[in-house]
């Protein structure tokens, strides 16, 4: 069992009888106080995406979640339900929409490193890889001599997802966008 100041960020913990993905932690050391730091993590409930904020003494002991992550494919949707292929036993798992909802913004048919989070053997998340490669279905057209320019223009790629471009890339390109901060990268 871990010390709350050994937590990383993305790391899953038991915490009050659930499995909670911490995404965020700020450590901070009161004035005067004879001990350690505390560290307030910004948690999120694996299974209905609740937020929890709660604040850990740098001694308070965790339990790390026992997650699997299995490789995955895209498959296809059904209704609300997005069901995804293992790699490499070819079982499926079903993702509900809303689970999900802002991972789809970079899911296509041909999204490669893709895995699924699974807690006792169920899906609960969907991990991406840190870049994606899509299309570009609409955007302004292209200007001659824009790479020797800083200037960018919205690009609205076939998932929906809208990024900023350089304006020498033009409607039809494929790109590679950094998953994290949802930026142009290079084209692909």
């Known amino acids: 069992m871990p010390k709350a100041s050994e937590i990383k960020k993305n790391s899953a913990v038991e915490f009050e009888g659930r499995v909670y993905f911490v995404k965020d932690i700020e450590r901070s050391v009161p004035q005067g106080r004879a001990g350690g730091s505390l560290y307030r993590m910004r948690m999120y409930d694996v299974v209905t995406n ?20 299995r490789p995955v494919t895209f498959s296809y949707t059904d209704g609300e339900e997005y069901v995804f292929m293992d790699s490499e036993d070819y079982s499926q798992y079903s993702l509900n929409k809303e689970a999900i909802e802002d991972e789809l913004l970079f899911i296509s048919e041909d999204t490669e490193g893709l895995m699924a989070i699974l807690l006792n053997d169920s899906p609960v998340s969907l991990a991406l890889p840190p870049t994606v490669e899509l299309e570009i279905t609409e955007t302004d057209p292209s200007i001659k001599g824009g790479s020797a320019t800083a200037r960018t223009k919205p690009a609205t790629l076939s998932t929906g997802l809208v990024v900023q471009v350089p304006e020498h890339i033009s409607t039809g390109d494929r790109i590679k966008v950094n998953v994290e901060e949802r930026k142009f990268l290079s084209r692909a």
């Open 50 to 69: 609740n937020k929890v904020d709660h604040t850990f003494k740098d001694s308070d002991m965790l339990n790390l979640a026992d997650l699997v992550r």
